[in-house]
């Protein structure tokens, strides 16, 4: 069974700093491209970063571009979201995707297993 699962997530301060990890499951992470995606409420999803199969950063949104920083570890089947510098706006539940195909697609449409997310909240 397929599982990912993320963790890191929690209630930080302005300016401060949190890292996300995702943890796969009955696959192997490394042939599997890996995007952050992030839901805040009333909103829609939207890509955060994504990550190649072969290790390459393929998308970073605009709105966090020179904060955030994603990583794979393939010794521990792990991908993680470094954030720092956070800002009320960062609040989302984040989530961690992994798409067979292995590029990196920035479309949430095209990831095939999703873990179930975790909170971020960003206040003082």
């Known amino acids: 069974q397929v599982q990912l699962v993320e963790s890191g997530g929690g209630l930080v301060q302005p300016g401060g700093s949190l890292r996300l990890s995702c943890v796969a499951s009955?696959?192997?992470?490394?042939?599997?491209?890996i995007g952050w995606f992030r839901q805040a409420p009333g909103k829609e999803r939207e890509a955060v970063s994504c990550i190649s199969s072969g290790g390459y950063p393929t998308y970073t949104a605009d709105s966090v571009k020179g904060r955030f920083t994603i990583s794979r570890d393939y010794a521990k089947n792990t991908v993680y979201l470094q954030m720092d510098s956070l800002k009320p706006e960062d609040r989302a539940v984040y989530y961690c995707?992994?798409?067979?195909?292995?590029?990196?697609?920035?479309?949430?449409?095209?990831?095939?297993?999703w873990g179930q997310g975790t909170q971020v909240t960003v206040s003082s």
């Open positions: 009955g696959l192997t992470l490394g042939h599997y491209s």
């Open positions: 995707a992994a798409d067979t195909r292995g590029y990196g697609s920035r479309y949430d449409q095209e990831y095939n297993y």
